[in-house]
């Protein structure tokens, strides 16, 4: 059995430290407020942007995913999208102008998306099969801490202060928040590089990829068209619907604060709340893992999405700045915390073990697919309601609402593997009694 005390293990877990700092800072931060307040454009220039770098890496993260499975090269082209997005982040802001920070933005977001690809792929290469869910954990919790790492890190070349102290820094304002962000996303992911070893090419490593996975993709929809394995299908629509709403939510809230709530950037407020919500998503990841075990995955992403649905109301209907930090900002990191939690390990348990590479591929593209939708939705609905002033942003989270209503919908008619196992189980002990009556 493997060791999570192994230094691969480490530089892997490592791996998801650097990237969120990279997240939190640029895709759920920093660079929304640059454009929307410093350049003063529309959200849908910066939602359209993002649907069109996400769209892109849905359809290369296939194609690169059955490169690199044939080849069994993961790390250089890994160390290479990583590069191209610390590159493109470290330069935002030195150029004058809308368009070079959109262009930018775009290829940061495509190099970091698509490095996931290489990265997610090593997970099953360096842990045994009995403690990929521990590993993976291991991953997410310092994860957690990346993005508060990060967001600490940023703030005084923000804001010039650090929770009120004055320290010898030039307030930059948004802007400021790239280049150590990039620096950061950089400096934490070269262990990765240099301490993950490759597994080797699996199969043809000279066969033609780009067939190979037509050829995968093929077998899967024949697969869920004919009902082969029940309720993935439906599973994959309800991660479409509802990831839509909550991966929008969690990247523009620091918009919403602002322009709603009334929270200041500038003094720090957006990032402090920030920061607190992700302690509680630390907090919701451990006990919804619990609820997970105990409870099956099913029932316990139902609880978390009903939670959502009250996070979703509760921002919609609360007005009062201190209120919205201390009940919204609690209850989305909590909930935070449970939604991957809970989804993945329910999407493992519908599948077959032999094939869980290819349907997590499938699944994974379905969150792409969501992160276009729900920017495009919000972009849409706060530019073609700008008239109404801040009122739009509580009608795109409405949106956004009826979006993870429709998934919890869907969610109900997904079969529970764990009941079916249980009802399996029960069967075969009353054929045995039965049978033992019987003689």
């Known amino acids: 059995m493997a060791r999570v005390s192994r230094p691969e293990v480490h530089a892997w877990a490592l791996y998801d430290f650097a990237y969120t700092i990279w997240s939190m800072n640029v895709l759920s931060v920093y660079f929304q407020l640059y454009v929307i307040k410093d350049l003063e454009a529309p959200d849908l220039a910066y939602s359209a942007t993002l649907s069109g770098a996400m769209g892109l890496v849905a359809l290369l993260a296939p194609l690169l995913g059955a490169w690199s499975d044939r080849r069994g090269r993961r790390i250089p082209p890994m160390a290479f999208w ?18 070079p920070a959109l262009a930018l933005f775009f290829v940061a977001t495509v190099g970091n998306q698509l490095a996931q690809v290489f990265y997610n792929a090593k997970l099953p290469e360096i842990a045994a099969p009995e403690e990929i869910g521990r590993i993976s954990g291991y991953g997410t919790a310092l994860g957690f801490v990346g993005s508060i790492s990060g967001m600490l890190v940023a703030l005084p070349f923000v804001t010039g202060k650090l929770f009120g102290w004055h320290l010898p820094l030039v307030a930059e ?14 400096l934490f992911s070269l262990p990765a590089f240099f301490l993950i070893r490759e597994a080797g090419p699996s199969g043809n490593p000279r066969g033609p990829a780009v067939r190979a996975a037509r050829a995968g993709w093929r077998e899967i929809w024949r697969d869920l068209v004919s009902g082969r394995y029940p309720g993935v299908g439906r599973y994959l629509l309800a991660n479409l619907l509802f990831f839509d709403a909550v991966n929008t ?10 322009q709603v709530e009334g929270f200041d950037a500038r003094k720090g407020e957006v990032q402090v709340m920030l920061m607190m919500a992700t302690l509680w998503a630390v907090v919701g990841a451990w006990i919804w893992g619990l609820a997970s075990d105990r409870l099956s995955p099913k029932r316990a992403l139902t609880l978390c999405l009903w939670l959502w649905v009250v996070v979703l109301l509760a921002a919609i209907g609360i007005r009062d700045k201190t209120a919205f930090f201390w009940i919204v900002g609690p209850l989305a990191g909590f909930a ?25 591929g499938l699944w994974s593209l379905f969150g792409r697919f969501a992160a276009i939708i729900g920017p495009l939705v919000w972009g849409g609905v706060t ?23 429709a998934g919890l919908w869907v969610l109900q008619g997904v079969p529970d593997p764990r009941l079916a196992f249980a009802g399996i189980r029960q069967g075969e002990v009353q054929d045995g009694l039965l049978e033992e009556n019987q003689l």
């Open 249 to 258: 939510v969690i990247s523009f809230m620091s918009s919403y604060c602002v």
């Open 82 to 99: 990583t590069l191209a997005s610390v590159v493109a982040t470290a330069l935002i802001g030195r150029f004058a102008g809308l368009g």
């Open 173 to 186: 304002g948004n802007v400021g928040s790239f280049l150590p962000t990039a620096i950061l996303f950089g």
């Open 336 to 360: 935070m915390g449970g939604t991957g939690v809970t989804a993945r390990p329910l999407m493992a348990e519908l599948v077959p073990v032999e094939r869980r590479g290819e349907f997590f």
């Open 383 to 405: 530019t073609g309601l700008v008239a109404w002033g801040t009122v739009r942003y509580p009608v795109a989270l409405g949106a956004e609402l009826a979006f993870l209503i």
